[in-house]
């Protein structure tokens, strides 16, 4: 299961050694490009080698059409050419616990303006739970999102300075204590946020960061 696929996604797992023919389920927490842009490599790489496992692609409503569109943006006339390998969607409903493969998903509107609604997503997988704040400014339902996660991934745009629609590393901080989860990692962050990393006593992710639950 892959969340969210931003432009450089396939770069990223093939440099983990990851085959991104084993990604069977992409979900998309909303319908920006920095986090559904790679879909479109993705498929077309599919395609190049030679997949088979069907791709299922679980997003806000509005993703099948968003998604084919970008295709033809980037390859004219890729969204409708015979495949080995099903491209299959499936919409996300707010506080709808949907099935998608092996894991249950649950979508949370958070605030984020994006054309369709944004989420946050907890992912429940047997007894593990992973959840992802998604873009979004402070929002009461990051407290349910992440309540009994094992790992909660939260955006930290900025270290202190507010902006509509994005989460700030002392808003967290200051929330922290509503998080019922065992680990907050922080991801999303600008310039600004990673030269004052060190000041924050919440873990900051690093790419290609392996965490076992």
Same mark, same amino acid.
């Given at each position: 299961?892959?969340?969210?696929?931003?432009? %450089? %996604?396939?770069?990223? @797992? $093939?440099?983990?050694?990851?085959?991104?023919?084993?990604?069977?389920?992409?979900?998309?927490?909303?319908?920006?490009?920095?986090?559904f842009g /790679? @879909?479109?490599?993705?498929?077309? +790489? /599919?395609q190049?080698?030679?997949r088979?496992?069907? @791709?299922? &692609?679980?997003?806000p !409503?509005? &993703?099948r059409?968003?998604?084919?569109?970008a295709?033809e943006?980037?390859? !004219?006339? #890729?969204?409708?050419v +015979?495949?080995?390998?099903?491209?299959?969607?499936v919409?996300?409903?707010?506080?709808e616990?949907?099935?998608?493969?092996?894991?249950?998903?649950?979508?949370? &509107?958070? $605030?984020?303006? %994006?054309?369709? !609604?944004?989420?946050?997503?907890?992912?429940?997988? /047997?007894?593990? &739970?992973?959840?992802? #704040?998604?873009?979004?400014?402070?929002?009461?339902?990051?407290?349910e999102?992440?309540? /009994?996660a094992?790992?909660?991934?939260?955006?930290?745009?900025?270290?202190?300075r $507010?902006? $509509?629609y994005?989460?700030n590393?002392q808003?967290?901080r200051?929330?922290?204590?509503?998080?019922?989860?065992?680990?907050?990692?922080?991801?999303?962050?600008?310039? +600004?946020m990673?030269s004052?990393r060190s000041?924050?006593?919440?873990?900051?992710? +690093?790419d290609?960061q392996?965490?076992?639950?």
């Open positions: 299961v892959l969340i969210d696929c931003g432009a %450089s %996604s396939l770069i990223a @797992l $093939k440099r983990a050694g990851l085959d991104p023919s084993e990604i069977g389920y992409v979900l998309l927490t909303h319908l920006h490009g920095d986090h /790679g @879909l479109p490599f993705l498929v077309l +790489d /599919g190049f080698s030679r088979t496992r069907p @791709l299922v &692609v679980g997003g !409503p509005g &993703v059409e968003r998604v084919e569109a295709m943006v980037f390859f !004219p006339g #890729s969204s409708k +015979d495949r080995r390998f099903a491209v299959e969607f919409e996300l409903r707010e506080r616990p949907t099935l998608v493969g092996p894991a249950s998903v649950t979508a949370f &509107v958070v $605030k984020h303006a %994006s054309g369709a !609604p944004a989420y946050a997503l907890r992912v429940e997988y /047997g007894e593990r &739970v992973i959840s992802y #704040s998604g873009d979004t400014e402070w929002t009461e339902s990051l407290v999102a992440a309540r /009994g094992g790992l909660f991934v939260c955006e930290a745009y900025f270290f202190e $507010k902006i $509509k994005h989460l590393y808003t967290l200051e929330n922290r204590h509503r998080l019922e989860c065992r680990r907050v990692v922080l991801t999303h962050m600008s310039a +600004d990673l004052r000041e924050a006593d919440v873990e900051c992710a +690093d290609g392996v965490i076992t639950l």
